[in-house]
C-alpha cells in the first residue's frame, strides 16, 4: 500500500494521483500544506516539497519524476500495454522532456504562480506571505500561458497524443498542470481548439473524474472544470 | 558519435560532460549562448536551454535529466561495475532525488544566480539584461549555499558517496555545480570538511580534468579550482 502525502491543487501531486490510478495501485493520503513545512514532511524529505510517496515502510520516494520512474520500474510489466513509459530509448526521452516541460517549466511560468497567488495564498497567513494576489505575478503568467498553449497545440496536432503515438505519463502531467490552471478559470481554450480536444479525451478517463468533484471551499470551479463537453 | 550542445559553465552541461566521458563515450561539441536564444538551438529545443545532446541523426535529448537516462539506458549494460544508475528502485529514486536536488533546487537558489550573475552577465548585451552583477541576487545565493553546504555534509557524513554505497549521477550533478561555483570562488569549503573531502575525491577522477584548466578571458579560476589538494 502507498502513502502520498500531497495537497489538493499541488499540480505535481495531482500528477502523480492519476498515474497511481493509471497503474491500478491504490494509496492513502496524508494532506499537507507545504507552506507550513510541517515536521512531518521535512522527516521524509528535506526540500519540503510535495509529492512524497512511501511504500509500506520503504523510504520517501520525493518529487514527480523519481515517483514516476519507480511506479514504472515497478509496476510496468504488470499494466502492460496500458503502460504510460514508451519503450525505445529515444521516445522515452521524449516523454521525459514534456513531463519536465510541464511539471517544470509549464509549472514555474505559468500554473504555479496561479496556484499560489489565487489559492495557497488564501490559505497561508499575512505572516507566511499569505493575503492578496499578487497581480504583477498573475499578469505575466496570464501572457506566459498563451506561448505555452501554441507549443502544446502544435505538439497535439502533429501527434496522436503529446509525446507520441501512445498516452504517456506526458500526457498526464500536463493534464495535472491544466486541470489547476482550470479550476481557476485561467485556461484560454477558445484560442487552441486542438489542445481543447486532447483535454476532452483526457477528462473522459477515469482516473481523472475524483478530481473533477473536488472543490476549495468558498471558492468554486470555473463553468469548464467539471464539464466533459466544455 | 554524439554532438553536445553546451555552454562552459552551465552546470548541467558540465554533468554531461562528466558523465559521458564515465560512460567511455565520446562527443564533438557545439558551444551555444543559450541567452542569445539562437535558431540552431531552438529548433533542437523549443526550451532554448541546453545542454542538448544529439546522437548520429537522432532526435534531440533535451535536458540532463532525459540524456542521464538515455545514457545510462544505451550505455549502461557495456560500462558494468561503473553504471553510475543503482539496480535496485528504491536506490534509484534516490540517486534521482539528488540529482534533481543538484541541478534543480542548488541551482535555482545557489549556483544558477552566481553563475548568471558572474559569468553570464559579463558576456551579455546590456540590452538582453547584461552588465554589472545584481547584488542583492549574489547576497542571497551566499547566504543560501551553507544550508545546502550542510545538507551534503551531513550525507557525504553518512554515506560512502552522496546518493549511497556507490557512485552515482548524484555525484557528479552535485559536483558538476560546486565546479562552477568553486571557479568563482563562492564555495565555502572550511565549513564543511566533509564535503570537502568528497569534492577532492571527485576532482581526482579523469572526467573532471579537462573542466579544471578551463578558462574565463580576464578572469582567472580562485585558488581551490585546479588544486587537486586544496
Same mark, same amino acid.
Given at each position: 500500500?502507498?502513502?502520498?502525502?500531497?495537497?489538493? @491543487? !499541488?499540480?505535481?501531486?495531482?500528477? /502523480?494521483?492519476?498515474?497511481?490510478?493509471?497503474? =491500478?495501485?491504490? @494509496?492513502?493520503?496524508?494532506?499537507?500544506?507545504?507552506?507550513?513545512?510541517?515536521? #512531518?514532511? &521535512?522527516?521524509?524529505?528535506?526540500? =519540503?516539497?510535495?509529492?512524497? &510517496?512511501?511504500?509500506?515502510?520503504?523510504?520517501?520516494?520525493?518529487?514527480? =519524476?523519481?515517483?514516476?520512474?519507480?511506479?514504472?520500474?515497478?509496476?510496468?510489466?504488470?499494466?502492460?500495454?496500458?503502460?504510460?513509459?514508451?519503450?525505445?530509448?529515444?521516445?522515452?526521452?521524449?516523454?521525459?522532456?514534456?513531463?519536465? $516541460?510541464?511539471?517544470? #517549466?509549464?509549472?514555474?511560468?505559468? /500554473?504555479?504562480?496561479? /496556484?499560489?497567488?489565487?489559492?495557497? *495564498?488564501?490559505?497561508?497567513?499575512? !505572516?507566511?506571505?499569505?493575503?492578496?494576489?499578487?497581480?504583477?505575478?498573475?499578469?505575466? %503568467?496570464?501572457?506566459?500561458?498563451?506561448?505555452?498553449? #501554441?507549443?502544446? =497545440?502544435? &505538439?497535439?496536432? !502533429?501527434?496522436?497524443?503529446? !509525446?507520441?503515438?501512445?498516452?504517456?505519463? %506526458?500526457?498526464?502531467? &500536463?493534464?495535472?498542470?491544466?486541470?489547476? %490552471?482550470?479550476?481557476?478559470?485561467?485556461?484560454? $481554450? %477558445?484560442?487552441?481548439?486542438?489542445? #481543447?480536444?486532447?483535454?476532452?479525451?483526457? *477528462?473522459?478517463?477515469?482516473?481523472?473524474?475524483?478530481?473533477?468533484?473536488? *472543490?476549495?471551499?468558498?471558492?468554486?470551479?470555473?463553468?469548464?472544470?467539471?464539464?466533459?463537453? @466544455?
Amino acid at each position: 500500500m502507498f502513502t502520498l502525502y500531497h495537497h489538493p @491543487f !499541488s499540480p505535481s501531486s495531482r500528477f /502523480v494521483r492519476l498515474i497511481i490510478a493509471e497503474y =491500478g495501485a491504490d @494509496f492513502q493520503e496524508e494532506l499537507v500544506n507545504p507552506w507550513e513545512r510541517p515536521q #512531518k514532511l &521535512l522527516l521524509l524529505n528535506a526540500a =519540503g516539497t510535495v509529492p512524497v &510517496l512511501v511504500e509500506n515502510d520503504g523510504p520517501a520516494l520525493c518529487g514527480p =519524476g523519481p515517483i514516476l520512474e519507480y511506479l514504472d520500474e515497478t509496476r510496468g510489466y504488470a499494466v502492460a500495454d496500458r503502460r504510460l513509459m514508451p519503450d525505445h530509448p529515444e521516445a522515452r526521452a521524449e516523454t521525459r522532456r514534456l513531463v519536465e $516541460w510541464a511539471l517544470g #517549466k509549464f509549472d514555474r511560468e505559468v /500554473v504555479g504562480h496561479m /496556484v499560489r497567488e489565487r489559492i495557497y *495564498k488564501q490559505a497561508m497567513p499575512r !505572516s507566511a506571505g499569505g493575503g492578496e494576489p499578487d497581480s504583477s505575478a498573475l499578469r505575466v %503568467a496570464r501572457a506566459n500561458i498563451h506561448h505555452h498553449m #501554441k507549443y502544446f =497545440g502544435y &505538439l497535439v496536432a !502533429s501527434r496522436r497524443w503529446l !509525446s507520441g503515438d501512445r498516452l504517456s505519463f %506526458a500526457d498526464f502531467a &500536463l493534464a495535472a498542470e491544466l486541470s489547476c %490552471a482550470d479550476y481557476l478559470g485561467e485556461v484560454p $481554450w %477558445a484560442s487552441e481548439d486542438n489542445v #481543447k480536444n486532447w483535454y476532452a479525451r483526457m *477528462k473522459s478517463r477515469p482516473s481523472m473524474r475524483p478530481m473533477l468533484s473536488e *472543490k476549495i471551499l468558498g471558492m468554486p470551479a470555473s463553468q469548464t472544470y467539471a464539464d466533459l463537453d @466544455f
